[in-house]
């Protein structure tokens, strides 16, 4: 299975060690001000020439990440979705990328009460012709998407 992005939460005390040992802390610091978040979750996009890193602040520990993967992008396919989003709490998304003539599709999402009807949605979406695979991945401080 392919990632376009790998994840860590991170709690107050670790951010802020973070933030203070790196070299642009001026630039971290401003998330870390502005909220009042128990936890942050640091998503990474590592790119052949770069690593983008986006930070979320969180107010639980643990978010959901999903991966659908299939052969091309359907109108059925956006339409469930678009349905997911507006029933979810979404915090990031990959939007679609194709590797190795394969689409991948990533999402994160806030371990909410809505999440428990997720089940329902990945059978929707494996009865898909175009979908070979939806996954899902617990993200919490002890158990990242992959060691950094």
Known sequence: MSHLTYAEIYDRKRMHKFVISSCNA???SNIFKSS???????IYVDGKQFVKMHIYPLAEN????VIIEGNQISN???FALSN??????IIHTSGFTIVDNHLIFEMYLAKTVAFQ?????QNELMKMKNINRVSLMEISPKHPSMRI
């Open 62 to 65: 643990t978010v959901i990440k």
């Open 36 to 42: 009042n978040a128990k936890f942050f979750l640091i």
């Open 76 to 78: 059925d396919v956006l």
């Open 117 to 121: 009807k997720f089940k329902e949605f």
């Open 26 to 28: 001026a630039v971290f």
């Open 84 to 89: 997911l989003a507006s029933r979810m709490d």
